[in-house]
């Protein structure tokens, strides 16, 4: 069964089509007047496969660092953390794609000394060249639980 495009029929299309390019138009001029304010709140994050990086949360500071003979997708790697205060106690520790959603993956770390914690981790492979990924570590300190955020990027 053909059916033929009537007048009504056309009419129809090109209001939808009028209004899908408004929205478009719409979403894209608000999302440009938006980044431009944001971007000057960008911060440079530290990269933990280059460098240790330190973060701080009132009076607790973590210190990260990623070691690894190369550091490619689906090859293990080193995570070692260590805290101003010995007594902080890491709850949770996991990989998330940072650039890209990945899901999680699991970071099993082991204390080794008062405030000190090392552990091995891997990261799968994306169709990205390059992917940002983030350890998050909740940990408890005095009580009070927080949540340190250190990142890292892996090339193909």
Not at 31 to 47: A, H, I, M, R
Not at 73 to 78: Q, R, T
Not at 79 to 100: A, I, Q, Y
Not at 119 to 125: D, E, I, L, T, W
Request: hydrophobic fraction near 35%.
């Amino acid at each position: 069964m053909k059916e033929r495009l009537t007048g009504p029929k056309l009419g129809q299309i090109l209001v939808v089509l009028v209004i899908l390019t408004g929205a478009f138009i719409y979403k894209t001029y608000k999302d440009g007047q938006s980044s431009d304010t944001s971007s000057s709140t960008n911060v440079e994050l530290c990269d933990i496969g280059h460098t240790k990086c330190t973060l701080e949360q009132g009076n607790l500071s973590a210190v990260g660092q990623l070691t690894a003979d190369k550091l490619q997708p689906e090859s293990s790697f080193m995570l070692s953390v260590s805290f101003s205060e010995p007594d902080v106690k890491v709850l949770k520790s996991r990989l998330e794609g940072h650039s890209m959603y990945m899901g999680t993956l699991p970071a099993l770390l082991k204390q080794t000394a008062p405030g000190e914690w090392q552990g091995q981790a891997m990261v799968g492979a994306c169709s990205e060249r390059q992917m940002t990924w983030a350890w998050v570590l909740e940990v408890e300190h005095e009580g009070q639980p927080q949540q340190f955020k250190f990142f890292f990027e892996v090339k193909r």
